[in-house]
């Protein structure tokens, strides 16, 4: 009988270890979770953007992982190859559509996100040209209805600004509230994504 009771009583404090153990581990991969987000969950985000060279589609899929957002990106039905976003190379596509407001109606493979009605959050990319969003962005915002949303702009460049890029596309939608955008430069780092988001406080 004393040994039974022996037997049981180490066999109940391995089961004790254990479970001690798991829940450890348990609380261990919450923290972890918890620290690679930073949303809330009455964020329902969106990163919608406009890449020309892979710079800003770089950010904006690090914003995406950061808050566990979908992804959206606008494509020019026809695509901009390298020779025609050549801004050095006189009569290139940029040049042209620069120098003619008339042509920088870009029209989209598809202009509306599914479910665009769920987001209340949106964050809008897209590259610098001539110290504006690059146009491609504008028959996204022309076509969408931002109503009870915020809207966040990002962009990347070289060495301009954002300058009044944000502002100049929240007159151009008329609705949904817009704040301050931020610039981030060619071959932004992820961390530096990240501190921008933080600062957000979403």
Not at 6 to 34: K, R, Y
Not at 166 to 188: E, H, I, Q, V, Y
């Amino acid at each position: 009988m004393k040994r039974i009771k022996q037997f049981l009583a180490v066999f109940l404090g391995t089961c004790m270890i254990l479970t001690l153990a798991a829940c450890g581990n348990s609380s261990d991969s919450a923290s972890d979770t918890e620290s690679n987000t930073v949303a809330s969950k009455d964020t329902k985000a969106i990163v919608v953007y406009f890449s020309a060279s892979g710079n800003t589609e770089r950010v904006a899929k690090d914003i995406a992982g950061l808050l566990e957002a979908d992804t959206f990106q606008l494509i020019p039905k026809d695509p901009y190859t390298e020779e025609d976003l050549d801004w050095n190379q006189d009569g290139s596509r940029v040049n042209k559509e620069h120098e003619d407001e008339s042509v920088q109606d870009i029209p989209l493979e598809k202009d509306t996100p599914d479910n665009w009605d769920d987001y209340n959050t949106v964050f809008l990319g897209y590259p610098i040209w001539w110290g504006d969003a690059a146009w491609p962005v504008n028959e996204f915002v022309k076509n969408s209805d931002f109503s009870g949303k915020t809207v966040i702009p990002f962009a990347t460049s070289a060495s301009s600004g954002i300058g009044d890029s944000g502002s100049n596309l929240a007159k151009m939608a008329g609705t949904g509230t817009w704040k301050d955008g931020k610039r981030f430069p060619s071959g932004a780092s992820e961390s530096k994504v990240t501190d921008w988001v933080k600062s957000l406080g979403l």
